[in-house]
């Protein structure tokens, strides 16, 4: 199993300012996804971020908007930039494990207000 | 295309009976695998089942099981004796392999608010 901490766990911004979220895991892991949850719907994913390699990105979802990094196989960040009202949601960090990948498990996500 | 679909936005289920929520897929990966979890208003995703493309047997878990017909590319989940406390949004989801190679990826579909009536 995996155990996800993320920080902040909630946070309230301005727009144009940007947020730098922050998600450990206890473990060490190959592939962390970033998702976004907004109120009342599904969880989309916004990209993948694998150690030793540029994150990849879901359509509709770009770099300079939502930069990442992955320094190692226990850590990661996702910035959203440049932030507006429309980014107000809560985001996630996952972690798919296991030998045939059947394991995912979630951080307790950071929820952002943006005014 | 949206690759994970649940047709139903909202279910109501009786204490005690049994109720199948739906989900159909589509990938051209033949190694994939169907994720179902559970989301109560306190926001947590609890993973309930998993079907691996290649299982032979439908998967269980207690109360859950999964009718997976790969034909049909659908893996509906089954919850036997509804408990009040099941009363939450269920997700579904797909691991494939991405079209860039090298890597997996887990996409959910739009999700089923069930409400168990006492």
């Known amino acids: 199993s995996a155990v996800i901490s993320q920080k902040p766990s909630r946070d309230i911004c301005q727009r144009g300012t940007s947020l730098t979220i922050q998600c450990q895991v206890d473990s060490q892991v190959t592939m962390m996804f970033w998702y976004r949850q907004q109120p009342g719907q599904s969880l989309t994913l916004i990209a993948t971020a694998n150690q030793g390699s540029e994150a990849t990105y879901e359509s509709g979802f770009v770099i300079d908007k939502f930069p990442i990094s992955r320094p190692n196989l226990t850590f990661s960040t996702l910035t959203v930039s440049n932030m507006s009202p429309e980014d107000s949601s809560i985001y996630l960090c996952?972690?798919?494990?296991?030998?045939?990948?059947?394991?995912?498990?979630f951080g307790p996500g950071t929820r952002l207000t943006v005014l | 295309a949206q690759k994970i679909t649940q047709t139903q936005p909202g279910m109501f289920v009786q204490e005690k009976e049994a109720v199948t929520l739906d989900c159909t897929y589509d990938?051209?990966?033949?190694?994939?695998?169907l994720f179902w979890y559970k989301q109560p208003s306190s926001g947590e995703m609890i993973f309930l089942i998993y079907q691996g493309s290649y299982d032979q047997q439908n998967a269980t878990e207690g109360r859950y099981s999964l009718n997976f017909q790969k034909a049909r590319k659908s893996a509906n989940l089954v919850i036997s004796a509804s408990q009040l406390g099941d009363s939450a949004m269920y997700f579904c989801?797909?691991?494939?392999?991405?079209?860039?190679?090298?890597?997996?990826?887990?996409?959910f579909g739009t999700g089923t608010k069930l409400q168990v009536i006492p």
């Open positions: 996952s972690v798919l494990t296991g030998i045939t990948y059947n394991e995912q498990f």
């Open positions: 990938t051209s990966d033949p190694s994939y695998g």
């Open positions: 989801a797909m691991r494939e392999a991405s079209h860039s190679g090298g890597y997996q990826k887990v996409t």
